[in-house]
């Protein structure tokens, strides 16, 4: 059940609020040849809201394999002592591979959680450890 949502919703880059309430804040993602490919500010509903989906999702961000750089900053909000996620990632291919971000995820030293797959269930296993 959780593929077929998460097929439709996913795109590239996709934020995933787990928290009570609504996130905000800014994401800049650079590619492997140092330009900014998403470079935004961002409103996720919280999981409480009616039936409004809790991921922000962007499509179109990979421009070629390799190292990848994400830096993201929440507006009002710590979780854990920490406001911001600055990580490297590695995608092997610009057609399979997505990134959720976890924004409140259930891993305490890992409060907001970046994850590489190539589906909503690949995302899930590595989450599930928590």
Request: glycine share 8%.
């Amino acid at each position: 059940m959780l593929d077929a949502i998460g097929n439709q919703v996913f795109e590239e880059v996709n934020l995933l609020n787990q928290m009570n309430q609504e996130v905000s804040g800014s994401i800049e993602v650079v590619d492997p040849e140092g330009e900014t490919v998403l470079d935004t500010s961002f409103n996720v509903p919280s999981t409480e809201s009616d039936g409004e989906s809790n991921i922000v999702a962007y499509a179109d961000v990979w421009t070629t394999t390799g190292e990848y750089q994400v830096d993201l900053e929440l507006a009002d909000t710590v979780i854990s002592g920490t406001s911001r996620l600055n990580q490297q990632f590695s995608i092997t291919s610009t057609e399979e591979d997505i990134v959720a971000i976890s924004i409140g995820s259930s891993d305490e030293s890992e409060p907001i959680a970046l994850r590489v797959g190539e589906s909503f269930s690949d995302l899930g296993q590595t989450n599930a450890t928590g």
